[in-house]
């Protein structure tokens, strides 16, 4: 299973927030590329980058913090927020990103999303399944859709999906522990690599979504607060 450590990009810099609440925001680091020099001198090598600016203003926003990181690391990098066009795609990927999360295109333009599943290869394009209490969720969680996440999932899974996150809103940045339930019942209906991500708190939460089987973990408040260290997800790596 992947560990992947999470660097949120606000105005510059890296920050956490709460259930998606820009005004929860709490800034852990002026400079993204310090953290993420960090994460790979712990032995991490794989990074969840997602651009908040991007979010905010619907287009891709931290391209320059995005090249840095891959230009000066050698992190395989996966990259999101502000996903909206073949242009931004085309600038992630530039950018040094080897894989693009996107959701909100997914939900609103869905031939869009599958024109780019086919252009770019389902190796590239994560499809990024945000829910709420089992409903998906889009425009950086502000808005809700009636869709369950399992049909979401299973719909795109049939279109040629490969690789999806799935990030139960309700518990991100909570340190509350992982949707796990819903998780296995994602995999037990779809074959799809599934990646796991809001509320992990500890290695126990980590050994809990490896035995659910998940083809991977993101990880980001944990880190930041102190409650897993580096060196352990290093470990496990």
Request: charged content about 30%; aromatic content about 8%.
């Given at each position: ?55 905010k203003n619907k287009m891709i926003i931290n391209y320059k913090t995005l090249d840095r990181i891959a230009s000066k690391t050698s992190l395989t ?77 299973s719909d795109y899974y049939n279109k040629g999906v490969k690789y999806s996150i799935c990030t139960d809103v309700g518990r991100d940045g909570t ?63």
């Open positions: 299973m992947r560990i992947i450590p999470a660097i949120d990009i606000l105005g510059g810099k890296c920050v956490r927030l709460t259930q998606g609440d820009f005004f929860s925001e709490k800034i852990y680091n002026e400079d993204p590329l310090e953290v993420a020099k960090e994460f790979w001198d712990n032995g991490l090598k794989y990074l969840h980058l997602v651009d908040l600016d991007g979010v990098i996966d990259f999101g927020g502000g996903i909206r066009t073949e242009h931004d795609l085309k600038i992630a990927f530039s950018a040094g990103a080897k894989q693009v999360t996107v959701g909100s295109v997914a939900v609103s333009s869905r031939q869009l999303f599958t024109d780019w599943l086919e252009k770019f290869g389902n190796e590239r394009i994560i499809l990024g399944a945000d829910c709420r209490n089992r409903k998906i969720a889009t425009a950086g969680w502000t808005e809700k859709s009636e869709e369950d996440v399992l049909d979401f999932i340190l509350k522990g992982p949707a796990t339930r819903l998780y296995k019942e994602i995999i037990r209906a779809v074959k799809i690599n599934l990646i796991a991500s809001g509320g992990i708190s500890s290695l126990k939460d980590i050994r809990e979504i490896r035995k659910a089987g998940c083809e991977g973990v993101i990880i980001g408040k944990a880190i930041y607060e102190g409650k897993i260290k580096l060196k352990e997800l290093g470990d496990l790596c």
